[in-house]
């Protein structure tokens, strides 16, 4: 019954590695969003997509890309991860693109890089 | 560009205390504003939001926030706090690409 979820719920890696997060919404959803969430708690926007455009927030480095293999789901995959991109990230969608849209959070990934 | 001030990071009540959370906003045109909580161990849930009409607008949980526009603020209120409202409570406004966030208030009430 999970409106958004992700997996996995921690991830602990080496510093250079590659890795993927998966996030998948069953609420019919249009527009998928990830953020991350630092240790201090800030959450900044990464990416906004649905099935026609992908907006990246331009302080996002390009080792993060989303792919999405249908509309349900929209996955980040970290290339040579750094020790910065340890942090929360959360997946959220909603129903259509647009600033009065209310977006559904999944339970985030907390990545850990050594 | 547009931000977010949150301008009480650490919050700390005693239960049945009145709570008021600052959050101002700048940005010219319309704006659609929300506040999300986050308790503990816990994804990110919608308490309220405003994007037209009345502007005091209440919430789940007892919750509600005014927008006022003359002071670019949209602060949450609740009367009576309780030891289960212990959580991170985020502001935000609304853009077509996501969302942008106040860096958090840490609210915590002690029994």
């Known amino acids: 019954d999970t409106a958004v979820s992700q997996t996995p719920k921690y991830l602990v890696t080496q510093m250079g590695n590659d890795k993927s997060i998966k996030c998948e919404q069953n609420?019919?959803?249009?527009?998928m969003y990830w953020y991350k969430q630092d240790s201090k708690k800030f959450l900044k926007i990464m990416f906004s997509?649905?099935?026609?455009?992908?907006?990246i927030n331009e302080t996002v480095p390009n080792r993060f890309s989303p792919k999405s293999p249908d509309k349900a789901h929209l996955n980040l995959h970290i290339n040579s991860l750094e020790l910065g991109d340890s942090a929360v990230y959360f997946c959220?969608?909603?129903?259509?693109?647009?600033?009065?849209?209310?977006?559904?959070f999944g339970p985030g990934t907390r990545l850990l890089v050594l | 560009a547009q931000s977010v001030s949150q301008h009480n990071h650490h919050v700390i009540l005693s239960e049945a205390a009145s709570l008021e959370l600052g959050c101002n906003y700048s940005?010219?045109?319309?704006?659609?504003l929300f506040w999300y909580v986050q308790y503990p161990g816990q994804h990110l849930q919608l308490l309220l939001k405003?994007?037209?009409?009345?502007?005091l607008v209440k919430g789940i949980k007892g919750f509600e926030a005014e927008f006022i526009k003359s002071k670019f603020s949209f602060n949450l209120r609740k009367p009576s706090v309780q030891w289960s409202d212990t959580a991170e409570y985020f502001c935000?406004?609304?853009?077509?690409?996501?969302?942008?966030f106040g860096k958090g208030t840490h609210l915590i009430i002690q029994p």
């Open positions: 959220a969608s909603s129903h259509l693109t647009g600033s009065a849209e209310t977006q559904y």
């Open positions: 609420l019919g959803h249009d527009t």
């Open positions: 997509y649905n099935n026609k455009e992908l907006i």
């Open positions: 940005y010219g045109g319309t704006v659609n």
């Open positions: 405003y994007f037209s009409g009345d502007p």
């Open positions: 935000a406004v609304g853009k077509a690409d996501g969302l942008t």
